[in-house]
């Protein structure tokens, strides 16, 4: 699509200002998000965040608008009352009235404002930050901890349910003739050797050790915004699948975002580790806020969460390269089997530092 175009899109959400600039923003793997710019004096309007909703992922993005207004009111709301450092973005409505715009080819557009002098960073590299990404998740969760889940929709049915996983695997293997590739390989022994472990989660709610929460499904490094001038996290962005969950899926899915700290584009899969110092930091973040609400039972889940959430990306990513990149965006064909070998080689780290994990989880339990 033509610069030109996007302008359009943009000014459906910004009536009456000069769309001065739109440009690609962020590297999502599922929407397309533009920051705009617009021409006006107000230096926290002046951009605003435009993204396309992928609407073969996301089969009711009304659903996540509605959802978004609702729990961003209730946590801004909440954070004030409690004077809390927070920012919620601020769902921006289209010329019409509504909270998205649905363009001549029935794309589902929608705005959110952009935080205003904070940035994020792809990847941890002090304690410090790792600090901040922990707090942030323990400060979103804590927020939005006493919204009854029956106010939030279901946007992605299935979402983090790992079994799931495991199924849509075992049909894309079954259905699709692939080359067995030493890559391939490794990755389906992966699989056969922790297929019990992907059952953890979900018994532990069948058998009411573990209840469903709002959560927000998606707090990797790069969605916490860090106040540009004192260092500090003031939101966690990137809001499409807050919806009712286990909190362990957040806990897991941050672990194995931050202590990975090549990233999870490196190419060097082999090399990837995980890195218990920053795991203990973001843990320490996470727990000043989070331990007014966990329970004894969450936190004997802590280990098996981080171990399994890196797992269930990786048989994601690998089960989207068998069926032929239909759900994450890829550069290049072999780009999904690559990420998938950097979940792996980090689960593998996570399994190897097991006795350390747990035994800094058991300190922070019980501090001495
Ligand atoms: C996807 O689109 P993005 O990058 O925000 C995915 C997450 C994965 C992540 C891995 C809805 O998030 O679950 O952890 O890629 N989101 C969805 O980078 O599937
Ligand atoms: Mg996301």
């Known amino acids: 699509m033509h610069l030109h175009h996007y302008s359009f899109i943009a000014e459906q959400f910004a009536p009456y200002t000069q769309v001065v600039n739109v440009h690609e923003f962020g590297n999502g793997n599922i929407n397309d998000t533009y920051l705009v710019t617009i021409d006006t004096a107000l230096p926290e309007e002046k951009q605003f965040v435009l993204q396309r909703i992928n609407t073969q992922v996301f089969k009711q993005p009304r659903l996540i608008m509605q959802n978004m207004r609702a729990f961003t009111e209730h946590m801004r709301r909440r954070a004030r009352d409690e004077g809390h450092q927070w920012e919620m973005p601020r769902v921006i409505p289209a010329c019409d009235g509504q909270d998205f715009y649905l363009d001549p080819e029935g794309n589902f557009w929608r705005a959110i404002s952009y935080v205003h002098g904070a940035h994020s960073f792809e990847t941890i590299k002090d304690a410090a930050l790792a600090r901040e990404v922990g707090y942030a998740l323990g400060t979103f969760q804590y927020l939005i901890s006493d919204l009854p889940i029956h106010k939030l929709a279901d946007t992605l049915e299935g979402f983090h349910i790992t079994p799931r996983y495991l199924q849509s695997f075992n049909r894309a293997f079954s259905q699709n003739g692939f080359k067995r590739s ?74 194995r975002s931050g202590c990975n700290t090549l990233g999870e584009e490196t190419e060097q899969w082999e090399a990837v580790e995980f890195d218990p110092e920053i795991g203990a930091a973001i843990l320490e973040g996470y727990l000043t806020q989070a331990r007014n609400f966990l329970t004894v039972a969450d936190y004997d889940y802590l280990f098996d969460s981080i171990r399994l959430l890196a797992f269930e990306l990786g048989v994601r990513f690998f089960t989207d390269y068998l069926a032929g990149n239909v759900y994450f965006k890829v550069k290049h064909p072999q780009h999904n089997l690559q990420r998938a070998l950097v979940q792996f080689k980090l689960t593998e780290s996570i399994e190897a530092y097991e006795a350390d994990i747990r035994h800094i989880i058991q300190g922070m339990v019980s501090p001495a």
Do not use: W
């Not at 490794?186 to 069948?206: P, S, T, Y």
């Not at 969605?223 to 004192?230: A, L």
């Open 182 to 255: 030493a890559e391939v390989k490794h990755c389906l022994n992966f699989i056969e050797q922790r297929r019990e472990l992907a059952h953890v989660l979900e018994n532990a709610r069948e058998h009411g050790r573990l209840q469903l929460r709002p959560v927000h499904g998606d707090p990797k490094v790069n969605n916490v915004m860090i106040d540009e001038s004192t260092g500090r996290a003031i939101s966690l962005v990137d809001l499409d699948t807050v919806k009712p969950g286990l909190i362990h899926y957040d806990i897991g899915d941050c672990m």
